[in-house]
């Protein structure tokens, strides 16, 4: 009565890794599409806004001759579009992680057993 231990061959290990990585890469994708859609409205909303505010600033006057109202408002706009190009940074940040990660994942792929780009190393 001999103890045999089983194992799953290698090709079928190699397309359990292989759907594994696949899985990871298209949530890292979808994330990163998604970031990168939240970037482009968000400049665009900064760029629309900026037209605005030199708009007003235009038609309303030198500082001293606008009024409380008019200055308040630009002063709150400004706070705003600079918490904008805050967020800007973040998520051009995350895209980059999403990159690396991505990186990574295709150096994995390469130096998989089984891979052809990987064999020899």
């Known amino acids: 009565m001999g103890i045999r231990f089983r194992t799953r061959s290698p090709q079928r290990d190699q397309e359990g890794d292989r759907a594994r990585i696949q899985s990871v890469r298209e949530a890292l ?10 970037r482009h409205g968000l400049r665009r909303r900064i760029a629309e806004w900026q037209d605005r505010a ?12 606008r ?22 940074e973040e998520i051009s940040r995350n895209i980059a992680v999403f990159d690396e990660m991505l990186a990574r994942l ?10 052809v780009a990987g064999q020899g190393r």
Do not use: C, F, H, Q
């Open 29 to 38: 994708l979808a994330a990163k599409a998604s970031a990168e859609g939240e």
């Open 54 to 65: 030199v708009a007003i600033m235009d038609t309303s006057g030198d500082y001293g001759a």
């Open 67 to 88: 009024d409380a109202e008019e200055e308040n408002e630009i002063a709150e706009a400004t706070k705003a579009a600079a918490k904008g190009e805050e967020r800007l």
């Open 106 to 115: 295709d150096e994995a792929e390469r130096a998989a057993p089984g891979n």
